[in-house]
C-alpha cells in the first residue's frame, strides 16, 4: 500500500509541467482554433530562461522569481509570435497555421543554440526544497510535494479567471462563438493576443518548473509535444479540467508502467488516447468539433481538369531530361535523384489524401515507414527475394492503412489528425522496442537489391518507373469518377450522401490506396538506401511531407511533387550551413504569408495575371 501510494504521488507531480503547458494549449485552441505546434518551443523558452535567471538571482526568493519571469519571457514570446506569424493567417486553413507553427518550431531551435549552446543545462535544486519526506514510509521528494501543492493552485487561479472575472467571460463567450463576441465590439485580436500570451507563459512556467526534475536541452521542445497534444485530446480540446485529468492520468500510468511494464512506457498514452476517442471522440470533457476546412477555404475550388498538351509536352521532356541523367551525370547525381523521386512519390500519396480527399494525417510516416520495414523484415528473416518483398511491401502499408482509417474515419478534424498521428506512433514504439524483430534503434541492414538492380544507373531506372508511375496512376485515380467522388465528400458530405455517395467507404479506400502509394515509397526507399531505422516513422517525418504539400500547393494536383523537388534542393543547399534550421523555419513562414497557394499555386496565378493563361483551365 505504501509503494502505491507513492507512486501516485510522484505521479501527480510529474503531472504538474505536463498540466501547466497542456492547459496553455487548451486555452489556445480553444479561442484561436488554433493546432499550435510551437508550444513545447515555449516550454523550452521557459526552461533556458528560468536557468538563465536562476544563475544571476540568488536564494529561494531568486529560484520562485527566476521561474515567474521564465513565464514572463515565454509570453512575450508567445506575443510575438501571434502577431508576427499567426494573426496574417487567422483566416487561413488550419494547414497554413500549422505549418506556420512549425517553422517558428525550427527558428527557436536554432535561436536557442546560438544563445545558449548545444550542451545539455543541468537545473539547480530547489532552496530549502532539497532532501525527501517520509510518507508511509516512502521517500518522496520535498520539491515533488511543492509541485504537488503548486499545480492545484495554477488550477484553482485559472478556475477563477475563466469564471469570476470579465476576461474569463470574454474567453468562453469565444470559445463558444468567436464571431458572436466580434459583433458585440469585443475587440479580438487583441483577445486572442492576449489567450496566447497566457497559454505561452503557461508553458513557459511549465519548463521552468521542471528544472530541478531534468534540466534544459534543445530536444525538450519534441520531447513534450507529443505528451502535450496526448493529454489535450484526451481531456478535450478547449477544456482545462479535461486537461488536468487526462494529465494525471497519463503521468500515473506512466509511473506505475515504468515500474511494471517498463517495454509499454512508449506505447501506453497512445493506447490510452486510442481507447478514449473511441468511446468518446471528442475527449473526456471536450464537445463536438467544426471540423476546419483543411485547405479548401478561400475562394471556390475551381474544377480539377486533365493537364493541357503543352503541361504534358513540358512534364515528357523532364522525363526524357531525368532519364537522359546517368549519360551526363554523376553518380552522386543520380543517388541524389533517386532520393528526390522517392520523396516526390510520398509527397504525392499524402497530398492525394490531404488535397484530393480533405483529410489531414500527422502519421502518413507510418506507411512510407511501413512499407520499408515489411520489406525488410521478409528480406532479413525469411529470406524472401528482393522482387517479392517489393511486391508485398506496398501492400502490407496499405492494409495497415485500412485498418486504422476503418478507426480513424470515425472522428473529424483535429481529433483525426491526433488519432492518425497515435496510431503511427504506436507503430514507431512496437518497431523501436521489439529489437530482437525490427532491431530496435539499430535499426535493420544489409537490404540489399537484388543482383541485376545493384548497378547505380539500373536503380536509378527501376525507381524512375516506379515513382513516375506511381504519381500518374494517382493523378489518373484524382480525375477518375472515384476521385470526384471523393472531393464531394470533402467538400459536403451530406449533399455527397444525398446523390447515392457512400462517403465512408469512398474515404476509407482512399486512406488504404494513399498508404499503399506510401508504402510502394517505402519499398523503394529501403533498397535504395540498403537499411531502415525507426526514424523513417517518427512524427518528423509525417511533418517534412506535411511542409512539403503545403510548400507545393495544397489546391493544385501537381503540388507535392513539386513542393517534395522544392524541398529537398532547398534541404541540401541549407544543410551545409550551422543554422540550417534558422533559415528553413524563416523560408516556411514567409511563404505561409507571402505565398499562402504554394509554389505551383502562385505560379498559376502569376500567370494568370501576366494573360499568359486563362483563368479556367486546370
Known amino acids: ?4 501510494v507513492a507512486q501516485v504521488l510522484t505521479g501527480l507531480a510529474n503531472a504538474s509541467s505536463l498540466f501547466m503547458v497542456a ?53 512575450l514570446v508567445g506575443v510575438l509570435i ?84 470579465r476576461v474569463g467571460v470574454l474567453v468562453r463567450a469565444a470559445t463558444q462563438d468567436r464571431e458572436m463576441v466580434s459583433a458585440l465590439g469585443v475587440n479580438q485580436a487583441w483577445l486572442f493576443t492576449g489567450v496566447f500570451a497566457l497559454g505561452s507563459a503557461l508553458a513557459g512556467l511549465g519548463g521552468a518548473l521542471q528544472l530541478p526534475k531534468g534540466g534544459a536541452d534543445l530536444l525538450m521542445d519534441f520531447h513534450i509535444l507529443t505528451p502535450v497534444f496526448v493529454v489535450v485530446v484526451i481531456g478535450g480540446m478547449g477544456s482545462l479540467p479535461g486537461a488536468y485529468l487526462a494529465a494525471v492520468i497519463i503521468s500515473v500510468l506512466n509511473v506505475f508502467g515504468i515500474t511494471y511494464v517498463p517495454q509499454s512506457t512508449l506505447v501506453l498514452m497512445f ?42 509536352m513540358i512534364v515528357a521532356a523532364g522525363l526524357v531530361l531525368l532519364a537522359l541523367l546517368p549519360f551526363y551525370g554523376s553518380s552522386f547525381s543520380q543517388v541524389l535523384v533517386t532520393d528526390v523521386l522517392i520523396f516526390c512519390l510520398f509527397a504525392a500519396s499524402l497530398h492525394f489524401l490531404l488535397g484530393t ?28 527475394p528482393m522482387e517479392l518483398a517489393f511486391v508485398l511491401a506496398p501492400l502490407g502499408a496499405g492494409l495497415a492503412a485500412l485498418a486504422i482509417g476503418w478507426v480513424c474515419l470515425r472522428l473529424t478534424g483535429v481529433y483525426f489528425a491526433m488519432l492518425t498521428l497515435a496510431f503511427a506512433q504506436l507503430i514507431w514504439s512496437l518497431v523501436f522496442q521489439w529489437g530482437d524483430v525490427t532491431g530496435g534503434d539499430d535499426g535493420l541492414v544489409n ?44 467538400d459536403s458530405k451530406r449533399q455527397a450522401e444525398a446523390t447515392g455517395i ?40 509525417s511533418f517534412d511531407a506535411l511542409i512539403v504539400v503545403f510548400l507545393g500547393g495544397v489546391k493544385t494536383l501537381a503540388g507535392g511533387v513539386v513542393g517534395a523537388a522544392a524541398f529537398k534542393g532547398i534541404e541540401e543547399a541549407l544543410l551545409r550551413f550551422e543554422y540550417w534550421r534558422l533559415a528553413m523555419g524563416v523560408l516556411i513562414i514567409f511563404v505561409v504569408i507571402a505565398a499562402p497557394h504554394g509554389i505551383v499555386g502562385s505560379l498559376i496565378k502569376g500567370l494568370e495575371r501576366l494573360g499568359l493563361r486563362k483563368v479556367e483551365d486546370q
Open 357 to 384: 480527399g480533405g483529410m489531414v494525417s500527422f502519421g502518413h510516416a507510418a506507411y512510407y515507414g511501413g512499407g520499408a520495414y515489411v520489406a525488410a523484415l521478409l528480406v532479413t528473416h525469411l529470406n524472401t
Open 271 to 312: 493506447i490510452v488516447m486510442i481507447i478514449v476517442l473511441m468511446v468518446r471522440p471528442y475527449g473526456l470533457f471536450g464537445r463536438e468539433e467544426v471540423a476546419g476546412e483543411h485547405g479548401q477555404v478561400g475562394e471556390p475550388e475551381r474544377p480539377t481538369k486533365p493537364a493541357s498538351n503543352r503541361t504534358r
Open 1 to 4: 500500500m505504501e509503494f502505491f
Open 502 to 541: 457512400d462517403t465512408g467507404k469512398v474515404q476509407l479506400i482512399a486512406f488504404g490506396f494513399a498508404g499503399l502509394m506510401g508504402g510502394l515509397a517505402g519499398a523503394l526507399f529501403v533498397f535504395s538506401k540498403g537499411s531502415v531505422f525507426p526514424n523513417e516513422l517518427e512524427i518528423a517525418r
Open 82 to 165: 501571434e502577431m508576427l506569424v499567426l494573426r496574417p493567417v487567422y483566416r487561413a486553413p488550419e494547414l497554413f497555421q500549422l505549418v506556420a507553427t512549425f517553422g517558428v518550431i525550427l527558428v527557436i531551435q536554432d535561436l536557442a543554440l546560438i544563445i545558449w549552446g548545444p550542451e545539455d543545462l543541468l537545473g539547480p535544486r530547489a532552496p530549502g526544497l532539497r532532501g525527501v519526506f517520509r510518507i508511509l514510509g516512502e521517500p518522496i521528494p520535498k520539491y515533488d510535494i511543492a509541485l504537488l501543492l503548486i499545480t492545484p493552485f495554477v488550477a484553482l487561479s485559472l478556475w477563477y479567471l475563466m469564471t469570476k472575472t
Open 447 to 490: 537490404i540489399w537489391p537484388a543482383e541485376w538492380l545493384k548497378d547505380t544507373s539500373v536503380f536509378f531506372y527501376f525507381t524512375l518507373i516506379f515513382a513516375v508511375s506511381g504519381i500518374i496512376v494517382l493523378r489518373h485515380v484524382a480525375h477518375s469518377p472515384f476521385g470526384y467522388a471523393l472531393r464531394a465528400a470533402r
Open 23 to 75: 492547459c496553455g494549449l487548451s486555452l489556445i485552441f480553444g479561442v484561436t482554433r488554433i493546432v499550435n505546434f510551437a508550444h513545447g518551443s515555449l516550454y523550452m523558452i521557459g526552461a533556458y530562461a528560468g536557468y538563465s535567471f536562476m544563475q544571476v538571482l540568488p536564494g529561494g526568493f531568486g529560484f520562485w522569481s527566476s521561474i515567474l519571469l521564465a513565464g514572463l519571457v515565454a509570453g
